[in-house]
C-alpha cells in the first residue's frame, strides 16, 4: 500500500526559489524517508480558458505542466525547468489583463516561451500543439523560426 506523506510530518532539506521570483520549491524527506517536492506560489485571481468547444474552464496549472512535459520530452532537462516555463506562460496570460483567454493563447504563450529557452522543445510542442501531419509542417515552422531569428 502507497501512502501520501504529509507536509506536516516532513523536514524541509533545500528550499529554492525560481528565477522569476513567484514561486518556492522546497525538497522534503517525510519521516519514513519518502523525498518529495512542494511548491509554494502567490494565490492570484482566477483565470479561464475559452476551449475550442465553447466550453470554460479555470486555468490549471498542473494540467499546462504536464501537456509541456508530455510534449516536450525531457528536452526541459528538469521539472524546475518546466515549472520556469509554465510560470513565464501564466504571467504572459496574467499581463494581458483579461480574466478569460482562448485556449490558443496559452499554447502560443508557450510556443513564445519555448522558442526563447529551448528550440527543440518548442518545435517539438509546436508539432503537438499545431498538429503537424507532414514533414512539410516541421519545414515550415523551421523556416519560420530561422527568419524570425534573422530579422
Do not use: W
Not at 528550499?15 to 506560489?41: L, M, N, W
Not at 529551448?118 to 527568419?147: C, K, M, P, Q, W
Request: hydrophobic share 35%; glycine share 6%; with cysteine.
Amino acid at each position: 500500500m502507497v501512502t501520501t506523506p504529509r507536509i506536516g510530518d516532513s523536514k524541509v532539506l533545500e528550499s529554492r526559489e525560481t528565477d522569476d521570483g513567484t514561486t518556492i520549491r522546497r525538497r522534503r524527506v517525510s519521516a519514513d524517508g519518502h523525498r518529495f517536492t512542494t511548491y509554494e506560489r502567490i494565490e492570484l485571481p482566477q483565470l479561464y480558458v475559452k476551449k475550442r468547444s465553447g466550453n470554460r474552464e479555470v486555468f490549471d496549472r498542473d494540467k499546462l505542466v504536464t501537456s509541456v512535459k508530455r510534449s516536450v520530452g525531457k528536452f526541459m532537462g528538469s521539472e524546475l525547468a518546466v515549472e520556469e516555463v509554465v510560470n513565464a506562460v501564466e504571467k504572459l496570460l496574467r499581463n494581458e489583463g483579461k480574466e478569460e483567454v482562448r485556449s490558443t493563447d496559452v499554447g502560443n504563450a508557450v510556443l513564445d516561451v519555448l522558442a526563447e529557452c529551448n528550440e527543440v522543445a518548442y518545435v517539438r510542442f509546436a508539432s503537438v500543439f499545431l498538429e503537424f501531419t507532414t514533414l512539410d509542417d516541421f519545414e515550415g515552422i523551421l523556416r519560420a523560426r530561422r527568419e524570425r531569428k534573422c530579422a
